[in-house]
């Protein structure tokens, strides 16, 4: 186990201030590494886990550091706000992946930056201004960090405040005109790119109902908040079993499908980074039996109008 430590130290670069703290983080990293490998000859789960970057982390401290997305009461008060109006719908197709139609840039890394809630809206902004005007342009996270009313930063942050910023704002500036420090500075003026549609505002699903949240994803990704306990070392397929509804983790679903052993998922984008998961991704579990959905990616989600 010493010896995976000091290659897992090398890969990812890391380095501690003095001998004992790395012999704190060497335990910390054997009981994960168990924990994933126990996880994994199990043999009865739909997913794998797998060492990543976080190993060296407890889950408290990877949950604490990593998933900061603010929970509304499931009540926005917004001007900005719509009613939902994919309610009427009925035929959506049996899968969608919005990476396969140009609507998905790059997996990002937020770093040490609790700022999920700003990734998530951006990827939801992103994606409808693509499927609308054929042009993908991937727009800044750190615009909505540094100016945002609310002031919401590194700390945590609710994807309604930010989808209210980028109304207001009409827009965000580009990922280049404004690139991402993972931290929180002072608000620079810098106009919002130039896209072709203009964000008027947002909708939010209603709460704990999947087949209103499938009807949204058939048009457009949607940022959903999620309990993310089991994420922590998710490595690949359908993520199911017992989770929870701590909804302090925001990602965007980008589309939906069937697994290859007939298990329904979400495609859900998250900004870990492309080590974590499948690229950077994950499949969670869809149409579970009970109305909050898996790890409660049912109970709040809301995608921007054009």
Request: proline share 4%; with cysteine; net charge negative.
């Amino acid at each position: 186990m010493s010896i995976k430590y000091e290659e897992w130290m090398a890969e990812y670069e890391v380095s501690y201030k003095n001998e004992e703290e790395k012999q704190i983080r060497y335990q910390i990293f054997k009981d994960n590494v168990q924990h994933i490998e126990r996880h994994n000859q199990e043999g009865k789960h739909t997913y794998k886990l797998g060492i990543n970057k976080f190993a060296d982390q407890t889950n408290e401290e990877f949950l604490a550091k990593y998933a900061r997305g603010f929970v509304p009461s499931f009540k926005v008060l917004s001007t900005n706000h719509s009613s939902f109006e994919y309610k009427d719908m009925k035929d959506v197709p049996p899968s969608l992946d919005w990476r396969d139609h140009n609507a998905v840039t790059p997996i990002e890394t937020q770093g040490g930056c609790g700022c999920c809630w700003a990734f998530a809206v951006v990827a939801a902004i992103e994606g409808i201004e693509a499927i609308r005007s054929g042009k993908l342009t991937q727009l800044s996270e750190q615009h909505i960090i540094d100016c945002n009313d609310e002031r919401e930063g590194c700390n945590g942050g609710r994807m309604d405040h930010a989808y209210e910023f980028v109304t207001k704002n009409g827009g965000l500036a580009s990922d280049i005109d404004y690139p991402y420090t993972a931290t929180q500075g002072a608000c620079a003026n810098i106009k919002p790119s130039s896209l072709s549609l203009k964000i008027t505002g947002f909708s939010c699903i209603p709460n704990n109902n999947e087949a209103a949240l499938l009807a949204a994803v058939s048009n457009q990704p949607v940022s959903v908040n999620i309990d993310p306990k089991l994420l922590h070392f998710y490595r690949s397929g359908v993520l199911s079993g017992e989770c929870g509804t701590s909804l302090t983790h925001i990602v965007t679903i980008v589309g939906y499908g069937v697994s290859d052993n007939g298990v329904e998922f979400w495609l859900v984008k998250n900004s870990w980074g492309p080590g974590w998961g499948e690229g950077g991704y994950a499949r969670v579990q869809r149409n579970v039996g009970f109305k909050e959905g898996m790890c409660g990616i049912a109970m709040f989600g809301c995608y921007p109008n054009v």
